[in-house]
């Protein structure tokens, strides 16, 4: 009996093309069914035949939060891990608080419209802020000069060893940044998407500026390479920020590290820590998680201190 075996090795077939296409490979002709080819085109437009991946609609849906936390969680950390950041600085402070030039301006756009209209109480209510903001923005020199501090420890060797991390807004965030960029350092900024158009601040290194959907992700990751918390005068998210970190170090959840309050009038009057321990609703040492600084170099000093009596160095391996 004669075999058909075919004898020998056969070529490899091509990776992608076939010499003789599937039955799938074609749509069922119009020949055999009229109504074939628009009833095709349906199915293909259909959202249920997308990808689930390419599916935006599918992916904003409530059932798939779940999948949508953790790429939001994977996508920062693989980010983070391929540029080499394993600690951080973070920085928070107010998106209000603007450098000495442009506080200046406002300041004197508003005298001038009081001027013209000195009964208008609104303008004048807007005037006083404005001269508040005029008078802290020394601390936009101070967040600046910090970021240079922490951008230049960076610079030892390895890439980016330490790195100045905020949440990459205006303000304060932004002149933390400025001050790494700066001296060339690379620096973080964790954006979170808003109901209404926002920008982040142009002095985050490109390919690390993160946008988040979650607040919770975002927080996450700002502690995640923590190794100190300077927190400059702000509002509502820098206390929001500022107490999480304090209740997590409290109770321990997370190893102890420095937190920073710059500007001790301010924080002082806005919370009264010793009346917190006086009401016996924190404990005298919950009181010494923490420490204020007037400039960036004694901000910098007491974190290397604060390390130097932990006994381990600031820029310790995992």
């Known amino acids: 009996m004669t075999s058909n075996r075919p004898t020998g090795v056969p070529a490899p077939p091509h990776p ?14 119009a020949e055999d069914d009229p109504n074939a080819p628009q009833s095709v ?8 035949y997308r990808l689930a991946e390419q599916d935006t609609d599918f992916l904003a849906r409530a059932e798939v939060r779940g999948p949508r936390l953790e790429l939001e969680y994977l996508k920062a950390d693989v980010v983070l891990a391929e540029q080499h950041v394993d600690h951080t600085i973070v920085v928070f402070g107010s998106t209000r608080i603007v450098e000495l030039s442009t506080a200046r301006r406002n300041v004197d756009a508003l005298r001038e419209a009081v001027q013209a209209d000195p009964d208008n109480t609104t303008l004048l209510a807007r005037l006083l802020t404005a001269e508040r903001i005029l008078d802290k923005s020394r601390y936009y020199d101070v967040a600046r000069e910090f970021g240079r501090l922490v951008g230049q420890a960076g610079h030892d060797g390895r890439p980016a060893r330490i790195v100045v991390m905020t949440g990459g807004g205006p303000g304060l965030m932004e002149a933390a940044n400025r001050g790494a960029r700066d001296v060339d350092a690379k620096t973080v900024g964790l954006n979170i998407e808003l109901p209404h158009e926002q920008y982040p601040n142009p002095y985050v290194t490109p390919d690390l500026c993160l946008r988040f959907h979650y607040f919770a992700l975002r927080k996450l990751h700002f502690m995640l390479r ?22 997590l170090i409290q109770t321990r959840k997370v190893k102890p590290f420095p937190v920073v309050l710059v500007g001790e009038h301010f924080w002082r009057r806005a ?9 016996g609703v924190i404990d005298a040492e919950d009181r010494e998680l923490f420490w204020f600084a007037e400039t960036a170099q004694e901000i910098w000093d ?3 201190r604060w390390y130097a009596a932990f006994g381990e160095p600031l820029h310790a391996a995992d």
Not at 18 to 27: A, G, M, Q, S, W
Not at 41 to 48: G, K
Not at 237 to 246: M, P, Q, R, S
């Open 302 to 304: 007491g974190i290397l």
């Open 16 to 29: 992608h093309q076939r010499r003789e296409p599937l039955p799938e490979h074609r749509p069922k002709p």
């Open 41 to 48: 085109e349906a199915i293909l437009a259909s959202a249920s």
């Open 271 to 279: 919370v009264d820590f010793d009346y917190l321990v006086e009401e």
């Open 226 to 247: 923590a190794r100190a918390l300077v927190a400059f005068p702000g509002g509502y998210g820098t206390f929001d920020e500022l107490f999480e970190v304090l209740t």
